[in-house]
């Protein structure tokens, strides 16, 4: 895990990213945590993912 790029990578919450995939929050949180995916990021008690981690979990959704 690794803080917060000051830019280039496109770092979202999961509820950012539940929201621009069109799926539920919490169905994309809950596939996240069955599929032990760990933030790319963190700030304080925030946690951010890259597109390519939502990605990879809205593929297990569908």
Known sequence: MRRLPMGGED????AAWAKDLGVPEKKLKDALKTAGIEPDAKKGVCAYYS?????????TLK
């Open 51 to 59: 597109k390519v981690s939502a990605e990879r979990v809205k593929k």
């Open 11 to 14: 770092l979202k919450t999961a």
